[in-house]
């Protein structure tokens, strides 16, 4: 079989290795979807593929590794701006599940994951772990698109679109789990909804089935206090306690949000290996609370960002997600140290790719992992003059600035055009939804 | 003399008039440098100029007041990204002024607003208030540029490249304020850095000449707790009290920053008038504190907004500090409803024009205002669907999403290209400044 080889030379390459390397002047060179070598410019000519393969110059850019959103409900994109300046509850129970009762099904699904992975793309996300009603949909629409996906099998106490009740929710889990085996780009996390709306059998067989098949369990978890209080009002218990006594607590678990954490629930999280998906602006937005973050990194806790749904936040740009948790972490913390610019790359990136199982496939640029690599464009006005590409990142660019996108090689974006989707159609296709929703 | 008349019909005309009246399919005709009047599409061309008038039709845009920053360091820019992850004192004190005296003169003040102007721009802000060092070079540089600026007219007790002690920097203040009533763009208000930098004369002075020049007064006050208790252990005083004794406290203050504030004090900067200029994401980067916006706009106080310098931010973004502003207001009161998508757009505009006694003349879009106008361009799919434009245009819209600005009805962006600046050598010029302060 004839491979195809891409040299991709931008002018600062962001590694995101173990030392968090920037190489000057390097080629990043990529055989078929995997990341074959690194070099320097100066030698790349002498590599026996340097004739065949497509030389990609990239001046004024850093490529870095793609940006890996660790909590989102992708198709959710179709009730963006519905309705705002809500708390969480009032939000919940007014607008969205109504709205999701009334509107959800499997064109729904599909049509809001094509505007969401559009956006995304458009704005450096390789990678989203999505958490929606009809996710067999939502699988065969990310590989079709070519988004590298994690979908979230929802579980739910109670009857949707989806499913009539837990017992439906995991047996229709479990044979979509196993219809995603069949797609390359796509895997699988079970995704129990929240502590609140789910029972303790269900949960204790995601549990087993996680352990037993390693997969991933991505679940909201102390959203907020309000939520915490509920808890120990019905039962006695936080809802952390019951995780764990649920046997939740391990290398698994992507909890997300949690801006509730007493001290000893940050020793156990820390302890268990649990990974924390960090989502400020949704937290904010709704004012859910705020996500200890400097304390849970300085405990070694594997924190990674979402953007959550865009009906709650209302984009879904994880680099304007990324600049704003080293922000907040710095000011809710007192600590203008806290969260710096690499760690802030990190939590966007390869702590990502750590949650969903995959930081040997993903999130940094290494020899032998996927080519899911994007570059920015840092000679706009508001990332010069040019000190330190990596300040420049993680605390002046844009996403409009992200110029090029490969998933698994393939080029998604390039000079700002998509390669691949049709935006005109998808954003069509979302006004088609915004009007017969708002009539 | 002939009359220039631009008539622009946007699908949305968000006026930021007293009822946040929200237009659609109406046009805004602009007779010269203001705006004349306006009308719905399907009358205007009955108006007499309609023949003579260029039309500029901007489909899927929203056509909104332009932005107006109220507190930066404009030719900071050219220090972006020096020193970044610092609490305040440590940044200021061992990088950035030690920058500001090996580099700043009248040149780097002029490459450095204009690469900050050009910037600002491109990002739909048509007014900025300024502070820095040679304020008569940032004057003649904003006339010059086109942009409407109001310069701050520094004194400090300490010296700099601008003078040598606060009785100098009074003369020159009142010299540059004399020269620059000659700039139709440009108005100057007195700029005493900060009550730790600035004795009670030269204050006293300054509170005279504002009340009888009518001048804004504009200083950071209360930028943070360590500010507020060092202050106290001096002089047994909090500086906001010490200001009031000064007869600081009063409409023509702008107070930036403004972190701590006790009960009683917010009271007072109520009661007395006293405009507050909110940097969010500067407090945020330097753990400086939380304004407490929500309480502020609850008793009536005028909160505005700045990005502050783009050393301590770091870019000028005020479409994304308005977004900032919003959650953060949300997420550190508790309260989701709190600084609703309006609330926002008017902190971002015509709170803006009032803190700077400009809000007869900019801030909103209503018949005999200045032409300051910018239109966003709500197609792109993170603005997409569309169900409110003011939700989209506070919570999801890019700043690159600005495709025109006004200012002073010259257009100086046209469908996203500047028309009057060229921002490739502001850039090459801004570069050329860091590749001397690197070495």
């Known amino acids: 079989m004839q491979h195809r080889y891409q040299i991709i030379q931008a002018d600062w390459t962001v590694t995101v290795n173990a030392d968090f390397e920037v190489l000057h002047d390097f080629s990043v060179v990529v055989e078929d979807n995997r990341i074959q070598t690194l070099i320097a410019n100066d030698q790349v000519m002498e590599l026996p593929c340097y004739t065949q393969a497509e030389i990609i110059s990239l001046p004024g850019c850093a490529l870095m590794p793609g940006l890996v959103n660790s909590h989102t409900h992708a198709s959710m994109s179709l009730f963006r701006g519905l309705a705002d300046d809500l708390p969480l509850m009032q939000w919940l129970t007014d607008h969205i599940w109504p709205a999701e009762a009334r509107w959800v ?61 837990a017992d439906e929710y995991l047996h229709k889990a479990l044979a979509v789990h196993d219809e995603i085996r069949e797609l390359p780009l796509v895997s ?19 549990a087993m089935y996680s352990s037993e098949l390693d997969v991933p369990v991505h679940m909201h978890v102390h959203e907020t206090a309000a939520e915490v209080a509920e808890a120990q009002q019905k039962t006695g218990q936080r809802p952390l306690e019951r995780l764990d006594q649920l046997n939740l607590l391990n290398p698994n678990l992507i909890a997300v949000h949690m801006t509730e954490l007493d001290e000893f629930e940050i020793e156990r999280v820390a302890e268990a290996g649990v990974n924390i998906a960090h989502c400020p602006e949704s937290n904010l937005k709704l004012a859910s609370g705020i996500c200890p ?21 209302n984009d879904l740009d994880l680099l304007g997600e990324m600049r704003t948790a080293a922000m907040l972490a710095k000011g809710s913390s007192g600590n203008a140290s806290a969260c710096n610019a690499r760690q802030a790359i990190e939590m966007a990136t390869i702590n990502g790719a750590r949650a ?21 464009d840092l000679t706009s006005l508001n990332t010069q003059p040019l000190y330190d590409p990596v300040a420049q990142i993680a605390y002046a660019a844009s996403s409009r600035q992200v110029s ?36």
Chains 1, 2 share one sequence.
């Not at 699988?188 to 995601?206: C, G, K, M, N």
């Not at 990194?297 to 865009?310: F, I, K, M, S």
């Not at 159609?425 to 088609?432: K, L, N, V």
């Open 105 to 165: 099904d499997a064109e729904f699904t599909a049509d809001g994951f094509r505007l969401a992975a559009a956006e995304m793309i458009r704005s450096g996300t390789t990678c989203l772990s999505d958490m929606f009603y009809c996710p067999d949909e939502a699988a065969r629409c990310a590989q079709q698109i070519g988004m590298r996906s994690v979908i979230g099998l929802i579980v739910l106490d109670f009857p949707s679109v989806w499913a009539q009740n």
């Open 188 to 206: 699988s996390a079970f995704a129990p909804h929240a502590p609140y709306t789910v029972s303790d059998e269900p949960l204790r067989q995601i």
């Open 293 to 313: 973050v400097s304390t849970l990194l300085d405990r070694g806790v594997n924190v990674c960002l979402g953007t959550d749904g865009a009906a709650s936040n």
């Open 356 to 376: 969903l199982g995959m930081a040997d496939q993903i999130g940094s640029i290494e020899p032998g992992k996927l080519a899911d690599l994007i570059a920015l």
């Open 404 to 439: 090029h996108v490969w998933i698994d090689g393939v080029p998604q974006l390039r000079d700002f055009e998509f390669c691949q989707l049709d935006s005109d159609e998808i954003i069509a296709t979302a006004a088609g939804w915004a009007n017969k929703i708002k009539s």
